[in-house]
């Protein structure tokens, strides 16, 4: 047994993993190319349901265990995962690892399809219209995950793999599981820094700021904003996946608009919309304030009139609101994301000028 | 091509936008000369904006055609348009509002690396990227914001606003720029030497303009040829001072 702050600390780290992967999803496409994703959930939910569905579906067909519509009925779900978890995976890490990054790989292309069926209504509405579309999107998939009891098990949920039980049980495998979450976290946030500084990351932002502007100077509307979509869906699939693969059991119930929306969307909006650090810090604050609340719930009960889950709601709201009102650009405003070192700039500028100037 | 096709780098025929019952173009056809200043003068709500909206694709026209390079680009979408080789700037500046001026310039240019695969890697642009910096300082200079280059447009003044305008579609190397109102609102000197500098890539680049324009006693001594639109309608063309001494353009401009 680890220390109990120990455990507080492994829960902001994973909490602050996962919802960075999410937030920096909806960062690109709200912050960086302007679509309105209310339905942010749709991709993280798919990307769980991938999590819940398949890797456990292969493993039992292969070791001759019921895969089909029966693999996600409770009563045979837990005895069939139990099984793969420790006579499958638990000796075999290699193929632990192989079945994680194959489920992200699914995971991935499906929230990226998602996304790429998202741009056509992002095509023809605007605005509000949109992002109710969107939102209904994640809504629809809630519910068919929550009554479809073939795919992930309905309200019963399914328990899902586990890649990590190779390193262990109790407090190594938290910890490792969560250190390699946060590893996941780290690499996606490097990935979506180094699109932000690129020329692409730059059309989106044009396109954002006018999107006339952006088509006269030859941007493909249509298709920046599909990329933009198709790779936030597959970014915040992956999130699903992993949380999926931590939490150790799926259910769609627990995907709520609530958590993987409009938090990550108060996330985005406290840090800085259109740049990841300031989403960086926006989650860590959160995820840190969120977990306190969580730990601290019984002791919150005493000296606060409310029930304490309710703190969690009450704080969205009120970030949201303040944001809104005194800093609606976020703690960290966003900042030119310059593509080449300033120095270097400065070179190329003093290089023109100053020939002129002699001419 | 024929010898009409290389001559005129832009040719409308019959083309026409109508508002609801407002027809803002009225079967209008207007052609470009190559590597020439063609002007485009009307008073207000005359339709000069609608026609190069019409022809760069923002809105689509209801009737008539565009023929740019030898080429049918009606109802093209813009970015086709861009790419074929014809930009305009917008009389209302539509700047990349949170970019800086120097970003605002390269995304005109455009860069490989706008494709999120090649973007990922650094490498697969960096040098384009470059050779796209040193560009666009050239223009930036000449239009005199090289010193703000790393101001976000929306801290610019109405003036800075409108040198970024030229600045975008001069960077891009496009055969044919039409120009809104470039200088509306900018001192009278200031506009003469932004337009001498316009005139003179004329003969250092393979470029046209169409320059669209209020205040003709600035802009027509570097007019080579000059249409007049009022009401949807081209009343009157021709040479700058025959234009300058047709009745009916003295009239709608004293009746103004
Ligand atoms: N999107 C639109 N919807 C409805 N009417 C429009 C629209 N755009 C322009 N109009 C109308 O079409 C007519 C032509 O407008 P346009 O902007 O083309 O004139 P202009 O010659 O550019 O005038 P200005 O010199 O003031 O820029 C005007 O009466 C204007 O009100
Ligand atoms: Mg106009």
Known sequence: MLPPYVYLILNILVNFAVFLIVTLSLNLETGYAGIPQFGRVLAVLAGAIVAGAVPGRLIAYYIGEKWGAEYANHLYNFPIVDRINREILAPNPLLSIGILLFTLVVAAIFGGILGYLSSYPALRLKEAYLGITLLAFGDALQIIGKYWQPLVGATMGVTVPDPYRCIGIGAEKTIGATLIFLGFAILIYLFVESLGRSPFGRALKAMRDSEVAAEVYGKNIVRLRGWALIIGGAIAAVGGALWAFYAGSMKALTYDRLTWTFWPWAFMMLGGTGNNFGVFVGVLIFSTVRSLIYVYKHALATIIPIKPAWLEYILVGLVIVLISLFRPQGFIPEKPALSVKRKEIERIKEAITSKKAEA | ?256
């Open chain 2, 1 to 256: 091509m024929s010898s009409e096709r290389r001559r005129y780098i832009l040719e409308t025929k019959d083309l026409t936008k109508a508002f609801g019952g407002l027809v803002a173009v009225n079967h209008v056809n207007i052609k470009v000369e190559r590597n020439k200043m063609t002007m485009l003068m009307g008073p207000n709500g005359a339709g000069k904006t609608t026609f190069v909206n019409v022809c760069t694709g923002v809105l689509k026209p209801d009737e008539g055609e565009v023929i740019f390079d030898g080429r049918d680009i009606t109802g093209w979408p813009p970015h086709d348009v861009y790419k074929a080789g014809f930009v305009r700037t917008f009389q209302v500046p539509e700047p990349f509002l949170k970019l800086t001026v120097l970003d605002n310039v390269l995304v005109a240019i455009g860069n490989k690396g706008e494709n999120p695969f090649r973007g990922a890697i650094k490498w697969l642009w960096i040098r384009e990227e470059k050779e796209n910096i040193e560009k666009a300082f050239k223009i930036l200079d000449a239009v005199g914001l090289a010193d703000l280059w790393d101001r976000q447009a929306f801290t610019l003044g109405a003036g800075q606003l409108k040198m970024l305008e030229i600045a975008r579609a001069l960077a891009t190397g496009a055969k044919l720029i039409a120009l809104d109102e470039p200088i509306g609102g900018t001192d009278p000197a200031y506009a003469n030497d932004i337009l001498s500098y316009v005139k003179g890539l004329l003969k250092i680049w393979d470029v046209s303009f169409l320059l669209i324009e209020h205040r003709i006693d600035i802009a027509l001594p570097f007019a080579d040829y000059v249409y007049v639109m009022d009401r949807g309608k081209v009343i009157a063309e021709g040479l700058p001072d025959e234009v300058a001494n047709n009745p009916k353009v003295i009239e709608i401009y004293i009746g103004e």
